[in-house]
């Protein structure tokens, strides 16, 4: 069974911000605060909220603005799939002999 991923916040003072190099995959959450993620060569502007979160799709930099304290999170946006079922173990030999 594979642990959970876990991130390392990343707090941000008002007005502040947070560069992300070449990070096209990067899953950024909003954990609290309001911040604004901007990225190199899109006229979108994306604002999130705590709960919220939006995965760069660009090279180049990335930057998160916070318009307010706020603690973000930012890593891979892969995800693994929850098996359907778990695997039934089959009885050994010691285990059919001593049942």
């Not at 901007?38 to 979108?44: K, L, P, S, V, W």
């Not at 930099?61 to 890593?75: E, P, Q, S, Y």
Request: charged share 20%; glycine share 6%.
């Amino acid at each position: 069974m594979l642990a959970p991923l876990e991130l390392e916040p990343i707090a941000l003072a008002a007005r502040s911000v947070h560069r992300i190099d070449n990070g096209k995959g990067t899953k950024v959450t909003c954990v609290t605060g309001v911040v604004w993620v901007t990225q190199e060569h899109d006229a979108r502007d994306i604002i999130l909220s705590a709960g919220q979160s939006a995965v760069l799709d660009r090279r180049g930099l990335a930057v998160i603005f916070a318009f307010k304290d706020a603690l973000i999170t930012a890593g891979s946006a892969q995800q693994l799939p929850a098996p359907a079922s778990l695997p039934t173990r089959s009885r050994s030999y010691a285990d059919r002999a001593w049942a």
